[in-house]
């Protein structure tokens, strides 16, 4: 076997995935579904435990000398659950 010959066997091996077409291929619905569904729920359950426990430290958080305070975390959390939830929106229909 010469070196011609490897190379040939190798550029005929690998040729799948060099072409960048060939990994762009649609998901399963089901995986989608359970991926979109992950997302979601993981942001909907950032929201709810963010809040809860941002509202339990609510009097430190307000008497220490931090300069993030109440109102910028909120929106810290708000704008992380909702982020995850367009992700699984998005991966949803796309």
């Known amino acids: 076997m010469g ?3 490897f190379l040939n066997a190798k ?4 040729d ?3 072409n960048p077409n060939s990994f762009e291929k649609d998901d399963c619905l089901s995986c989608r579904i359970i991926g979109s569904t992950a997302m979601v729920s993981l942001g909907g ?10 509202k339990a430290q609510r009097q430190v958080i307000e008497l220490s000398k931090s300069k993030y305070k109440y ?7 708000l704008s992380l659950s909702a ?4 992700l699984g929106i998005y ?4």
């Open 71 to 77: 109102g910028s975390r909120q929106l810290g959390i």
């Open 45 to 54: 359950y950032t929201y709810f435990s963010g809040m809860n426990q941002l």
């Open 3 to 5: 070196l011609t010959d």
């Open 11 to 14: 550029s005929e091996k690998f």
């Open 83 to 86: 982020t995850l939830v367009s």
């Open 91 to 94: 991966r949803m229909f796309n």
């Open 16 to 18: 799948e995935f060099e």
